[in-house]
């Protein structure tokens, strides 16, 4: 299994020849390199302490590059090798390389302000590293938005790169590295429209986010790294002063602007914490349409926890596997996202862990407008187009203070019912515009909608819930526990029964 050899070599890490790229300090999961492995990226430890233990093991066989475990060829590789832009200087001299580095197989990032207001105080991240390259003069300690854009429109055009990362030290100022990200944002837009994401330390004004939306950056990431504030407050204090309060209006605020599965979060494994931490974490994330981008671990050499060692993979394993189910339950993916480290994918397995999911149905309540327009176009094809219950539109009064509930099979939209509350009521609501596409009905998304929104309902106080109900479809609903309540009326011209469900059944 593809994914299990990726967690593995995450953790074990990988045996390579000395003149192999490995890239040794930086801000984040940083020494190792990059292997492609059946298109995959995987960023994986090359130099570790604990790598000469590592049963994996690089070997060159035919002229190509082969993984081999115990001894034995098991996958042919790639390794991402040194970018064509990192040949280039900048006017004042500057190799490109100390402006911004490939990350994965085609995203280039930059740390933008490569000191941290935290990092000569005990408020400091112990497992970061961000001025270790600063002092081993690897990089510059700010990069500013001219260079930036220059560089990233050569790695454009000379290794088609094809989304941005931008991150930052945290402000003496708090905030102002907020503003910084954005002009660089729009400096590098104005060269080269690729999308761009931005990683930074919750606001305190909700506005900033805004700002960086208007000044260019498509994607963000708000990492909180771990939900265990016991373990926070011994590795990253800084973070767990802010307190949870601070990092869900955030998470919340951005999820408005810039759309479900375009906000992340980090979430570090291997610190030691309770797997159940990590796993309501995801849940609380994903249900807020916030991407929980799992990680394992790595120090970082040179950092206060270089010595601390990577998680177990069979650990990894089992988190991999119940989060991409969380992810599925949720309709995030990392196919969806715009930019960042969740489209990159390279430091966690978590991508190859969706690929490998078995297609599943899940309904949830949309997120976005786009995904409102695909419920109100399957309602139309089905209540206009097939059963020509209306004549151009099925839309109507109710629809402004409806929760619309949709099914997705396999990241595509393909049926949809909405719930609503009854006039001068908090407790009765109403179902209705349940539809499926005719190719998806095989799939049995017509039962689960109405179960979901049973859920739904239910969870929300209500107490009595009820439908109108097409004569043809009443013993549909009797099984799935609705009873009928008086006699068939006309409705919208034809034969409908109203029905009311047994919320118990939930």
Known sequence: ML????????????????????????????????????????????????????????????????????????????????????????????????????????????TVLQTCAHWHSERRCRFCGIELSLSGGQTTRAKTPSQLAEVIGKAKELDSVSHVVLTTGAAHSPGKEIDYLGRCAMAIKKVCDLPIHAQFLPPDDGAKLQELKDAGVDTVGIHIESFDFDLLSRFAPAKEAMGLDRYEKAWNKAVDIYGSNQVSSFLLVGL????????DGSKFLAERGVYPFVVPFRPIPGSMMQDHGTPDHETMKRLYEMVARILRKNGLSSAKSLAGCVRCGACSALQAYEQEAKKELICRPVRSSAELATALQIRKEVFVGEQRLFETSDSDENDPKSTHIIAEYDHEIIGAVRVFPEKDSCNHWVGGRLAVRRESRDHQAGALLVQAAM????????????AHIQEQNVRFFSLLGWKAVGSIQIYHGKPHQLMEADLDMV
């Open 272 to 279: 030691g914490e309770d797997e159940e931490t990590v796993i």
């Open 455 to 466: 859920s739904y309902v239910k969870k929300i106080g209500c107490t009595r819930f009820t």
């Open 3 to 110: 994914a299990h050899t990726i967690t593995e070599l995450q953790s074990l890490g990988l045996q390579v020849a000395e003149d192999s790229p490995n890239r040794k300090v930086g801000a984040g999961p940083a020494e190792g390199g990059t292997l492609l492995i059946e298109g995959i990226p995987a960023h994986v430890p090359f130099s570790g302490s604990f790598v000469s233990r590592s049963p994996y093991a690089l070997r060159r066989l035919n002229g190509g590059s082969w993984l081999v475990k115990d001894g034995e060829f098991i996958l042919p590789v790639k390794i991402v090798q040194q970018p064509k832009f990192y040949d280039c200087i900048t006017e004042e001299k500057l190799p490109y390389s100390s402006i911004a580095l490939l990350h994965g197989k085609d995203c280039i990032a930059s």
